[in-house]
Antibody
């Protein structure tokens, strides 16, 4: 059974930093692209960014709203995905989900499994 | 960036009703569209991909159609467990974007 479990959320002050983790199990983690998606309170879903698999260079893509402040990484040996967030703003307050991308081709760039999310609150 | 506009943003319906939700893209995205269902406090769940392909395990009362810039999600006979928020997502190019969501509530 595919499972994605996020952790690391909490309250952080503006301009602060936080690292989120996503523990994956039930599938060959190293084969998949993995994304982060967030949802501000009462709002819609917003794509944050992506990390490709080793076969595709473990390269990354980011939304403009987080580029230069957030960094996505992965540790395939222990099946973990990370989101390092810095220079946090109040508008980064959201539930952060990790999500598995169905396949690496463009025709598979949707999310077939999601974690339960972890809440990040940026406030003084 | 490709904008996705969902309508309506809120829908009140009864059990057994046929419900249709529309998602319009600001530019053509072929069939690169997925639909998700989200219940309060839960993660989104994939319903449909490639605009019209039902994800395994999703009831057949859900269907999707469209291509290019206009897409629809239809629930043929609304069930109590279908009251939720539905969102579309394109995957034609970066950045991936989602529609604003349609909340389906009990009339």
């Amino acid at each position: 059974e595919v499972q994605l479990v996020e952790s690391g959320g909490g309250l952080v002050q503006p301009e602060g930093s936080l690292r989120l983790s996503c523990a994956a199990s039930g599938f060959i983690f190293s084969d998949y692209y993995m994304d982060w998606v967030r949802q501000a309170p009462g709002k819609g879903l917003e794509w944050v960014g992506r990390i490709r698999n080793k076969a595709n260079g473990i390269s990354t893509e980011y939304a403009a709203s987080v580029k230069g402040r957030f960094t996505i990484s992965r540790h395939d040996s222990n099946n973990f995905l990370y989101l390092q967030m810095s220079s946090l703003k109040t508008e980064d307050t959201a539930i952060y989900y990790c999500a598995r991308v169905r396949s690496s081709g463009w025709d598979g760039n949707y999310f077939d499994y999601w974690g339960q999310g972890t809440l990040v609150t940026v406030s003084s | 960036d490709i904008q996705l506009t969902q309508s309506p943003s809120f829908l009140s319906a009864s059990v057994g009703d046929r419900v249709t939700i529309t998602c319009r893209a600001s530019q053509g995205i072929s069939s690169s569209l997925a639909w998700y269902q989200q219940k309060p406090g839960k993660a989104p769940k994939l319903l449909i991909y490639s605009a019209s392909t039902l994800q395994s395990g999703v009831p057949s009362r859900f269907s999707g159609s469209g291509s290019g810039t206009e897409f629809t999600l239809t629930i043929s006979s609304l069930q109590p467990e279908d009251f939720a928020t539905y969102s579309c997502q394109h995957y034609n190019s970066y950045p991936l974007t989602f529609g604003g969501g349609t909340k389906v509530e009990i009339k």
